[in-house]
């Protein structure tokens, strides 16, 4: 039986700003629209962590029972270790994800009903990205996938029930946190890339190769900067989001220098706390303008 110390694990915590960051982001766009609402943006906020949560299991479990994980270089993964049982993982990911159900109705019954089918649509995707009987993950649709759902849908859902619009200050913002976020997938995807071919697991880094998927990880990370010269239009704070620049150069350190297998795991933390911070400056830029 898993101990709370490999639960924790599992769900794997590094990913959490993929879910803090859109948030952040897109209550910065309400409030520049003078729309900023904190309990919504606390409730988008549960959605959003449920979600990553949730789809982290979800992989465990898909992943696990397919056998993928059964080499594994990157963190801890509860079905592929027999650690825990695959029916507790799959129950796990289901109660994370019942939970972002809850909050995104309740969100949807105090903006728009619509919402609803885009939370729905959102468990699917989350669920099918490696379960089912052809994972959208394993054939190299697994960054866009992540650039839509924790890029546009997060951060334009976020702006969305707070201001009851969105506009292109929050378009933009949402390209830059999908770049980031399909970054920190592409890193995870670079490091797998032995495992993921000899399991058959054909993603997008599979498909690039090693040295093209080193640079579409420079070439995603270099978009928020672009982004926040372009929202210099809206604030000329949003250049405060420039000064995540060294963290980004840092994320990207163990990529262009050729670093292999665990190697590569700052990579992926570096590039998720550039996103937090990011996305927190551009934020506060934007709530204040």
């Not at 803090?20 to 988008?44: D, E, F, H, Q, R």
């Not at 949730?54 to 801890?76: E, H, K, M, Q």
């Not at 650690?83 to 995104?104: D, E, L, N, R, Y």
């Not at 759902?149 to 292109?168: E, K």
Request: hydrophobic letters at 55%.
């Amino acid at each position: 039986m898993a101990t709370a110390a490999e639960w924790i694990e599992g769900a794997r915590p590094r990913t959490l700003p993929n879910a803090i960051a859109p948030v952040l982001a897109g209550t910065g766009a309400a409030a520049s629209l003078s729309g900023g609402v904190w309990w919504k943006a606390l409730l988008a906020l549960v959605v959003s962590l449920a979600l990553i949560v949730g789809v982290n299991f979800a992989n465990d479990y898909s992943d696990g029972i397919r056998g993928t994980d059964d080499v594994r270089v990157g963190p801890l993964r509860l079905v592929g270790s027999k650690v825990a049982s695959p029916k507790a993982v799959k129950t796990a990911a289901m109660t994370a994800f019942g939970i972002a159900a809850v909050a995104g109705i309740v969100l949807a019954l105090t903006s728009a009903w619509w919402l609803i089918l885009v939370g729905a649509i959102c468990i699917a995707g989350a669920w099918y990205y490696t379960g089912g009987k052809n994972p959208y993950g394993y054939s190299g649709f697994g960054e866009i996938a992540v650039f839509v759902f924790f890029g546009l849908i997060a951060v334009l859902g976020t702006q969305y029930v707070q201001a009851d619009r969105i506009d292109w200050a929050g378009l933009v913002t949402a390209i830059a946190v999908g770049c980031f976020s399909s970054a920190v997938l592409v890193a995870n995807n670079l490091r797998d890339i032995p495992t993921d071919t000899e399991s058959g697991k054909h993603t997008l880094a599979v498909r690039l190769g090693d040295a093209r998927t080193r640079t579409l990880h420079l070439a995603l990370l270099i978009v928020p900067l672009v982004v926040s010269l372009a929202l210099v239009v809206r604030t000329p704070l949003a250049l405060l989001g420039l000064l995540a620049a060294p963290l980004i150069w840092r994320a990207n350190a163990p990529v262009r220098g050729g670093k292999h297998g665990l190697e590569l795991i700052p990579a992926l933390r570096d590039s998720g706390i550039a996103m937090l911070i990011w996305a927190a400056l551009t934020g506060l830029a934007l709530g204040l303008a």
